[in-house]
């Protein structure tokens, strides 16, 4: 063989472990390319539904990441982002299962039965599902945070402004029709008439968890429509951009960085490093339990923002009646302190917006309540279920029959 045959041949051979190299490390699978765990290391990766940077649900959560990254022992993380729910998340979830990572997070509702479907086929690692309501109580969890409890406080803040302002109108941008959004529309509307009897709520299905133009445009229509205060359960900052343009209030979502201009009243975030670091030393350790984890105000990993230690009050804020804004101090205090939960902003007396009595006076929901339409999942049966309007809500319910799919 010539010299210049063996150095071809040699050149082949390198280009080949080199391939093979970049092969462990990261390989694509539709579309997506999945990440390399670490040898020696205890490895966490994390699906994102939206951008990591998009200034709301997903930047919370890379944001736990990092905190993760930042507080727990050798440890290595990684993530996936835009990763539509159904069946393109099911081939991410079972590509990074198969590349051997320790414990995986799923960020979104439509990820749910997917990873049911991975647990139960790679039972030695653990997944941890953000909203929905299953568990298999072994390596599938089921992890939320009372959110309602920071939305039952905006729904305050935003009914003392509308009615300061002469019009007592507020609107929802819901994402899906599904419990959560429900659930903390009707937190909304509670609070909103704590402090304004008289006040009113339109709601929009916009069908995404994310989509700055569609949410700009839902946000202008309800605008358009007469709201003086529009908030959103999308991912984006859109709301508040467009209150800035029509000279009204906008309540953003999920990531305190979003409420970013004057005319944002204020915004309901997330601060999940903390929860999240406490589940990866309690896999790594043995000792957290995989179940139904759902938090409420007092473990600090939610937040309003305007109103926790070392943050300024939104301009918005300066003019409202102080006993509405002191209502809000003392109710989140002691929400802060466990003096105040996700099962007493649901306390009854509760009425729909029908007339209904929902929940008799004295007695309060429980988590299948707030988790499921009716009649519930076999097991998790519900007996105030979440398929209703608060009073001052002025749209209707979607007919059970067109409820949310991931698929």
Known sequence: MSKKASWALTAILLLALLISACGDETEVVGGFEIPAIKDGKFN??????????????????????????????????????????????????????????????????????????????????????????????????????????????????????????????????????????IRLGNAIALGMKETCPECTMDVRWINTWHDPVIEKEAAASLFDAGAQVVFTGADTPAVADVAQEKGKWGVTYDWYGSCKVDACLTAPYWNWGPVYAEIANGVIDGTYEVGWHYFDADIASMGLYGFMEGETAQPGIADLPAEDVQLVKDTLAKMLAGEFDRFDVFAGEVIDNQ?????????????????????????????????????????ELPELCLLYTSD
């Open 44 to 181: 966490v990766a994390f699906v994102l539904i939206g951008p990591h940077d998009d200034g709301g649900w997903s930047q919370a959560h890379y944001e736990g990441l990092e905190y993760i990254q930042d507080n727990v022992d050798n440890v290595h993380t990684a993530y996936i982002e835009n990763v539509p729910e159904g069946a393109d998340s099911e081939q991410v979830f079972r590509s990074l299962s198969r590349k051997g990572f320790d414990l995986i997070f799923g960020t979104s509702f439509g990820y749910m039965d997917p990873m049911e479907t991975l647990a139960a086929e790679f039972p030695d690692i653990t997944y941890i599902h953000i909203s929905g309501y299953k568990s298999n109580m072994t390596n599938f969890g089921n992890l939320f945070g009372a959110m309602e409890d920071m939305k039952y406080l905006a729904g305050m803040l935003a009914g003392s402004r509308a009615k300061l302002d002469g019009n007592p109108k507020l609107g929802y941008m819901a994402t899906f029709p599904i419990p959560e959004e």
């Open 355 to 395: 007339g209904n009595v929902i929940v008799p006076a004295g007695e309060k929901m429980e988590q299948a309540d707030m988790d499921q339409f009716p009649p519930g999942a076999e097991g998790l049966e519900c007996k105030y279920c979440m398929y209703w309007w608060a009073d001052g809500i002025t749209s």
